[in-house]
């Protein structure tokens, strides 16, 4: 997996544009405050259109994921503030250790690939 970040789509104040080796685009964005003794991170990927609008799926809802993530380390807030990006993004963390399970809930690859799962009943016949 791989992402290369992709200058002149028009997002929200503060978003990134990645391009995914996909071809998806995905705006990101990661914020910071101070919550309990904690730096709370929180963070947010959505599937836009070159012309950065939100992207929909089969459900007519935007395919988005948001993550957030407490850590009370000021000296290495900005590596996660990045693992927090690129858990969104499907890639792997440098500095924290999430779950397999959590790097799958929060990935807008996953949120892609859901986009346009066909629902409805299965046919019992052909799975059995």
């Given amino acids: 997996m791989s992402y290369v970040k992709k200058e002149g789509v028009p997002v929200?104040?503060?978003?990134?544009v990645v391009e995914l080796d996909t071809?998806?685009?995905v705006a990101v964005i990661c914020t910071r405050t101070l919550q309990?003794?904690?730096?709370?991170?929180r963070g947010r990927a959505r599937a836009v259109s070159a012309a950065g609008m939100p992207?929909?799926?089969?459900d007519g809802k935007a395919i988005e994921r948001e993550f957030q993530h407490s850590d009370p380390r000021p000296a290495k807030a900005d590596e996660v503030a990045r693992d927090v990006l690129l858990a969104l993004l499907g890639e792997t963390p440098q500095l924290v250790m999430w779950s397999d399970?959590?790097?799958?809930?929060v990935s807008i690859?996953?949120?892609?690939?859901l986009a346009n799962f066909n629902t409805?009943?299965?046919?019992?016949?052909?799975?059995l």
Avoid: K
């Fill in 12 to 16: 929200d104040a503060g978003q990134t």
């Fill in 23 to 25: 071809g998806d685009l």
């Fill in 36 to 41: 309990g003794g904690q730096i709370l991170f």
């Fill in 55 to 58: 992207l929909v799926g089969a």
């Fill in 101 to 105: 399970q959590v790097l799958l809930d």
């Fill in 109 to 113: 690859r996953q949120a892609l690939a």
């Fill in 120 to 127: 409805g009943a299965v046919d019992a016949s052909a799975v």
